[in-house]
């Protein structure tokens, strides 16, 4: 059997019993980093595992080796460096790879960051869209940008501490500056910090504080799903014209999203 297993992303103390047994009896833990795994192991007073790493860059060629030693009835617990397996992880690849192959997939639920600073965001939780790392650069990066625009529910995403100035700079030439975000770091951690405020305003704090830890970020969504009915543009035109959005990007989103020529709209924000 395949057991997904979760496990902390920063307090010890939130390793579940069950977490802790199934680790104890499996016969080979797959993990991101043996290094990681291998610390967290010996906090939890257990020892004699095998551990085979499965990431990103191995996962073809580890996740065929990890099938056969299922196929071999061995019982395998995946874990990541932090957090529940499969979620913005390739852990999701090996659990489809173990179903597909008619091999039982069981989960150990744990600790999200994702869960976790929503829970703690101050925004509305009732419906969100997890959206994790973005495309690193290129022409990808821009569509997620731009299809980031269009969600109308609070979005959750995961940033690196050298990346999060260059995120902020974007959401702020999306249109997002007025949009409420919640920046959450070093979540169950002795340093804790969650920050509550603008886009604007977090462009301008970064500026003159060095960002640190890995960041899970809630972004409150631009609200022209509910403002503007499909086929006129108008009030979307007028909402994203306020959010300080180029008449471009206008253009582009307004048409996409309501069926109006594009060089309407973009005369129509140009002129407004």
């Given amino acids: 059997m395949l057991y997904l297993v979760g496990t902390p992303i920063g307090n010890i103390d939130d390793m579940s019993p069950r977490a802790c047994e199934v680790l104890s009896s499996a016969d080979v833990i797959a993990c991101e980093d043996t290094r990681v795994t291998g610390i967290l192991l010996s906090q939890l007073g257990i020892t004699g595992k095998r551990l085979i790493a499965y990431h990103e860059h191995n996962k073809a060629a580890s996740g065929n080796g990890i099938l056969d030693l299922l196929k071999q009835g061995l019982n395998v617990a995946q874990v990541s460096d932090a957090g529940m397996p499969a979620i913005s992880d390739p852990g999701a690849d ?33 419906y969100f869209h997890f959206e994790g790392f973005l495309p690193s650069e290129g022409s990808k990066r821009r569509e997620r940008l731009k ?10 995403l995961y940033e690196a501490p050298h990346r999060l100035k260059k995120l902020l700079d974007e959401l702020l030439d999306a249109g997002f500056g007025s949009s409420k975000i919640s920046l959450c770091r070093e979540l169950t951690k002795k340093y804790e910090e969650v920050l509550r405020m603008t886009v604007s305003e977090a462009v301008s704090y970064y500026a003159s504080n060095e960002p640190r830890g890995e960041f899970c970020i809630c972004l409150e969504p631009l609200e022209q799903k509910t403002m503007a009915p499909a086929g006129d543009g108008t009030a979307l035109i007028a909402l994203l014209k306020e959010k300080g959005m180029s008449s471009k990007d206008i253009a582009a989103i307004v048409s996409e999203y309501t069926g109006m020529n594009k060089k309407e709209a973009y005369k129509i924000a140009s002129e407004s």
């Avoid at 989960?107 to 101050?122: E, R």
């Avoid at 299809?147 to 959750?156: C, D, K, M, P, S």
């Fill in 147 to 156: 299809a980031l625009t269009l969600i109308g529910e609070t979005i959750v």
């Fill in 94 to 126: 090996l659990a489809s790879l173990a179903a597909a192959n008619g091999i039982e997939v069981s989960v150990i639920p744990g600790p999200s960051a994702v869960t976790a600073a929503l829970s703690i965001s101050g925004l509305d939780t009732r």
